[in-house]
């Protein structure tokens, strides 16, 4: 199956803000769960945010009040908006989707999802 394909990171100061981009067409053609994650070296993979295809999202409390998920169906794009970023945001960004999915809402672990892009990197640094 075809990968998703993140887009848009990039080096920002602390307190600028980041809009990310990943073409998950291929998944959206029926029900689906759809998540951000992110992976800082020497860490593991930690949800960011997640949606569904009828719009319900869920956050991390890392991400609550400064991160917003969304979703364009037309376009096959997921989008994750960043801001307030802080040094501790720094990582590696991955999308992620599930194929088909009925949960009511996402659970924001790695092994929920079957289909991973390979990632695009955030640096928050003054």
């Known amino acids: 199956q075809v990968q998703p394909v993140e887009s848009g990171g990039g080096s920002v100061q602390p307190g600028e803000s980041l809009r990310l981009s990943c073409q998950v067409s291929a998944y959206m053609g029926g029900s689906y769960c759809m998540g951000w994650f992110r992976q800082a070296p020497g860490k593991k993979r930690e949800g960011v945010a997640g949606i569904t295809r009828s719009g319900s999202t869920t956050y991390a409390d890392s991400g609550k009040g400064r991160f917003t998920i969304s979703q364009d169906s037309a376009k096959g794009t997921l989008y994750l908006e960043l801001s307030s970023l802080k040094p501790e945001d720094t990582g590696m960004y991955y999308c992620?989707?599930?194929?088909?999915?009925?949960?009511?809402?996402?659970?924001?672990?790695?092994?929920?999802?079957?289909?991973w892009g390979k990632g695009t990197q955030v640096t928050v640094s003054s």
């Open positions: 992620a989707a599930k194929a088909p999915c009925w949960r009511g809402s996402v659970v924001l672990t790695p092994e929920e999802f079957d289909s």
